[in-house]
């Protein structure tokens, strides 16, 4: 699933949740929510 990939590759590349969140211009919940499957927006 999208969300086990957003947290692998996250991971992989040594980010926090905090750090992807910036790079992509949300927030950082928003990515939790991500790899939670809990959105997919």
Not at 3 to 14: A, P, T, Y
Not at 15 to 20: G, I, N, P, S
């Amino acid at each position: 699933m999208i969300h086990q990939n957003i947290m692998f590759l996250r991971k992989s590349r040594q980010l926090t949740q905090e750090e992807l969140a910036e790079r992509v211009g949300v927030s950082r919940q928003a990515v939790a929510k991500w790899e939670n499957g809990v959105s997919h927006s």
